[in-house]
C-alpha cells in the first residue's frame, strides 16, 4: 500500500473513479511490506505495529475512496507482507469495518515457513475466517513453503481438492483467475482446473 496521504492514494482515486468506465467495479491491491525497494519481498519489521498503524490508515483512506466511487477493494493476504495470514485479513476488515474492503484469495500465498505440513488445517481456518469475504480466487501453486506461490496450477503441492471444494463451501460466485503461468502451460492448467471441478462436481452429486 502507499503511504497515508501519498501519490498511491491520489492515483487510486483517479481509478476508482475511472472503473465504471471501464466496465469493473473491483481493484486489486496487497497490504504492502515495510521493504521500500522490492513490494514483494518480506521485511522483518512487517510485524511491528507502526507497520500495522501505518497500513490501516491508508486501507482506511483507500476504502473511503472505494466507497465514494462504489467500488470494492479485494486486498491479497500473502506471507510476505503486512497482512500475512487469513487471521490478520480478519483483524483488518473488523477494524476497518467497510463493505468495501473485501479479499484476493490466493491459496499459494498462505503458508508460513514449516506450514506445508498444515495444509488442510490452514486452508479450512483461512475460510472459516475469511470465506465469506472473497471476491476474487486465484489459482497458481508452490513447491515450498515460508514464501509466496510462484508455480502454475497443477505443478506443485497445493491441494486443490480441498481448495475447490472450500470454495464451493463458502459459495464464492465469482472467477477462478490463473495466473504465475506461461503461454504454453495454459491449456494444461485449464485442463487441471476443469477435471478438479468436474471431480468436486461429481462427488457432491453422489456419482
Known amino acids: 500500500m502507499p503511504s497515508t496521504g501519498g501519490t498511491g492514494l491520489r492515483r487510486l482515486r483517479v481509478l476508482a473513479e475511472t472503473c465504471s468506465q471501464l466496465g469493473t467495479s473491483k481493484i486489486h491491491l496487497c497490504s504492502g511490506t515495510r521493504d521500500r525497494t522490492n513490494m514483494w519481498r518480506r521485511h522483518p519489521d ?5 507497520a500495522w498503524r501505518d497500513m490501516t490508515a491508508c486501507m482506511r483512506e483507500a476504502s473511503d475512496i472505494a466507497r465514494q466511487a462504489r467500488v470494492v477493494l479485494a486486498f491479497e493476504p500473502e506471507v510476505n ?17 467497510s463493505p468495501f474492503l473485501k ?8 503458508f508460513p515457513a ?6 488442510k488445517e490452514i486452508l479450512d481456518e483461512a ?9 476474487l480466487a486465484h489459482a497458481k501453486d508452490l513447491d515450498h ?3 509466496a506461490g510462484h508455480k502454475a496450477a497443477g505443478h506443485g503441492k497445493l491441494d ?20 504465475g503461468l506461461s503461454e504454453a502451460q495454459v491449456p494444461g492448467c485449464v ?6 471441478l468436474a471431480r468436486l462436481a461429481s462427488s457432491l452429486s453422489g456419482k
Not at 479479499?103 to 498462505?110: K, Q, S
Not at 514449516?114 to 495444509?119: A, D, F, V
Not at 475460510?127 to 472473497?134: C, E, Q, R, S
Open 127 to 135: 475460510f472459516a475466517l475469511i470465506g465469506k469475504d472473497v471476491a
Open 81 to 97: 507482507n503486512v497482512v500475512d495470514s487469513a487471521q490478520k485479513a480478519r483483524r483488518l476488515m473488523d477494524e476497518i469495518g
Open 114 to 119: 514449516g506450514g506445508l505440513s498444515r495444509m
Open 145 to 147: 513453503d515460508g514464501d
Open 103 to 110: 479479499v484476493t484469495f490466493d491459496a499459494a500465498n498462505l
Open 46 to 50: 512487517n510485524d511491528s505495529p507502526e
Open 191 to 196: 485442463a487441471f482446473l476443469r477435471d478438479k
Open 160 to 179: 486443490y481438492d480441498r481448495y475447490v471444494f472450500l470454495l464451493h463451501k463458502y459459495r464464492f460466485p465469482g472467477p477462478l483467475l490463473l495466473h
